[in-house]
Structures are given as C-alpha cells and as structure tokens.
C-alpha cells in the first residue's frame, strides 16, 4: 500500500517561491510521480509529472519555466519548486503516484494513489 503526503502549502504574495514536498510510504521508487491542482469551482488539473527514473519531466504550459519538479528515491520524496506565482495557481496541490511506468500520465487517470493535498493561496 502506497501512502502519499505533501507539506509546504501556504499563503503567499504573487512573485514569491514555495517548495512542495511529498513523502511516499511503499515501494514507489519504481513508480512515476506526478502533481496536480484543483482550484475553487475547476476540475484538477495536471502541473508536473517525473519518471521514475528522474527524467524526463513535463509540465503544464502554465508553469512552464516557473515550476520544477524532481524527486529523491533514497528518501521516497517528491518536491515541487514553484517559482514567481501568480494569483492563479491558488489551488489545492495534489501529490500521485502511477504504479505502470511505460510512460508518464498527464491526467488524473493515469494515477493509483493520491495524498490528501496541499493548499497553496496567492494574493495579488
């Protein structure tokens, strides 16, 4: 059984950094790991994803440039460098794990387990 926990979340003022952790419990060294969000009243959406490997990674067009994701197998962590935030990537920050690893999933589907989220809030 795989549990999922990120820690990090918090309010910011636009331009700010906030580093997102997730820590993994199981065997989820050999699984892809991705990020979402969901924002008040919007479907979740994909932000980042890495193999399992640690490359590649892939990125939503909206924080292109601004996020970076990367992980730690020895410490089963996976962490979300957001840089320059906007008041619209105030969401809940959601960590997942996809346990088939042919490829890497951009949509909410492609992943087994999920943690609780995050909040992250950005003012203007």
């Known amino acids: 059984q795989v549990q999922l926990v990120e820690s990090g979340g918090g309010l910011v003022q636009a331009g700010d950094s906030l580093r997102l952790s997730c820590a993994a419990s199981?065997?989820?060294?050999?699984?892809?790991m991705g990020w979402f969000r969901r924002a008040p009243g919007k479907e979740r959406e994909f932000v980042a994803a890495?193999?399992?490997?640690?490359?590649?990674?892939f990125y939503a067009d909206s924080v292109k440039g601004r996020f970076t994701i990367s992980r730690d197998n020895a410490k089963k962590t996976v962490n979300l460098q957001m840089n320059s935030l906007k008041p619209e990537d105030t969401a809940v920050y959601y960590c997942?794990?996809?346990?088939?690893?042919?490829?890497?999933?951009?949509?909410?589907?492609?992943?087994?387990?999920w943690g609780q989220g995050t909040q992250v809030t950005v003012s203007s």
């Open positions: 997942a794990a996809a346990t088939l690893g042919l490829r890497v999933g951009v949509v909410p589907s492609d992943y087994d387990y």
């Open positions: 199981g065997r989820t060294s050999s699984y892809n």
């Open positions: 890495i193999r399992w490997t640690g490359a590649p990674s």
